[in-house]
């Protein structure tokens, strides 16, 4: 971000900071999201806080804010049916978000999870007032959210003897570990499906491969995308894990030791990080 700054501050450039699953974080005694000239979170499913979906934009520019004011005052405000709906799939998100549980949604193929898509066309509206009502005391949520996370994050680390918390002490919103193959991955992903260990891939395909936008990469090749894309698994660390269910999941990958290779952000001496 610093050098980012640098090259467009005097420039005209704004820089628009995506920090959707990094609220609370602060970075040189910043918060992320308000270094650049507007930033915004996510309220989606399992982010730190949540309603179930939408976001929040901040900035700390007056052209900008009235921008996004005379943008925000023309949206509808979701109808009493929208908001009903809205209401019980938080329900669900709420159950569901459990380990031992999350076989149930990630089986039903309409809920399209674990998919990456392209959207051109999707309705914008404003907060309900049951979702902002869901956001009551978000502050203290967020730090009590954040305190877990980074704990269980810790954990992970440890018990994997990964070196990474001492270089990144931060509340993954699902920390990201590189495994040999792809074949090791997806025994890695059965495994989790039978036992509730809610271990999931990170990523379907590298971006040149989304349907809706490949055509942009027309002819061109990443085999190191690609190679992430595949080896890339992701492991829960949200508030509602038990005690049981983190020696469930760690214990079975402590056990699998030789074909984890590390986190992605340290794997410096792997053919990853090249």
Not at 96 to 118: D, N, Q, R, V
Not at 211 to 237: H, N, W, Y
Request: glycine fraction near 8%.
């Amino acid at each position: 971000m610093d050098k980012i700054k640098g090259r467009c501050q005097d420039k005209g450039i704004f820089i628009v900071e995506d920090a959707a699953q990094a609220m609370g974080v602060n970075y040189n005694g910043k918060l992320l999201g308000t270094i650049g000239d507007v930033g915004f979170f996510s309220l989606g499913r399992g982010k730190n806080i949540t309603c179930g979906s939408g976001g929040i934009i901040v900035t700390n520019d007056d052209r900008i804010a009235s921008a996004i004011d005379k943008r925000y005052s023309s949206l509808d405000t979701p109808q009493f049916g929208e908001t009903i709906v809205e209401y019980f799939k938080m329900i669900l998100l709420t159950v569901f978000i459990h380990p031992s549980l999350y076989w149930l949604p990630a089986g039903l193929p309409f809920l399209k999870l674990g998919e990456t898509t392209f959207e051109k066309n999707f309705s914008v509206k404003k907060i309900s007032g049951m979702k902002a009502g869901l956001l009551r005391n978000w502050q203290r949520r967020l730090e009590e959210s954040n305190r877990i996370r980074k704990g269980n994050a810790e954990y992970i680390c440890n018990v994997l003897g990964l070196d990474l918390w001492h270089k990144f002490p931060i509340p993954f919103i699902r920390l990201p570990l590189l495994v040999k193959n792809r074949q090791v991955r997806d025994m890695i992903l059965i495994h989790s499906r039978e036992k509730g260990m809610g271990i999931n891939r990170m990523y379907p395909t590298p971006i040149n491969e989304i349907q809706e936008i490949k055509a942009q990469f027309d002819g061109m090749i990443f085999p190191s995308a690609r190679d992430i894309a595949e080896c890339l698994v992701s492991l829960p660390t949200h508030q509602l894990l038990s005690d049981k269910d983190k020696a469930r999941i760690f214990g079975y990958l402590k056990a699998q030791g030789p074909v984890i290779i590390s986190h992605p952000l340290v794997s410096e001496s792997s053919s990853y990080a090249h």
